[in-house]
């Protein structure tokens, strides 16, 4: 399937990437906080991250006049809708997230004993 526009619309890229969009979703941080927020990731791992990502226009760079420079990163708008992606792969996960098949049966079956147990009680 080929869709249109750049490779840095495409693919937030790196591994890092989405979990630096979901901190940020919660509001603007400086480097050295999305630093501990994310560890262990590297600094140069971070810092290549934010970059590709503010070349994405999907987040945007601060730059304070103090001393030393204060640098603070927020979502654009772009990022900010990006935002609903993150949300969708959230849910997938709490859906999905466990590697044993048997515990998404169980949480089905559960589910369904518990709707077959409400229908009975409206029928009493």
Known sequence: MRVAGS?????PGGKWSFLVLAKLSLGPRRFNALRKALEPISTKALTDTLRHLEHS???QRR?????????EYSLTEKGKDFQ???????SW?????????ESHRSSEASQEANRISLQE???E
Request: aromatic share 12%.
């Open 57 to 59: 226009q999907v987040i």
């Open 121 to 123: 009680r409206s029928l």
């Open 84 to 90: 609903t992606v993150l949300f969708e792969m959230y």
């Open 93 to 101: 996960a709490q859906k999905w997230g466990s590697s044993h098949p």
């Open 7 to 11: 490779r840095s619309a495409r693919h």
């Open 63 to 71: 730059a304070f006049p103090t001393v030393p420079v204060t640098v």
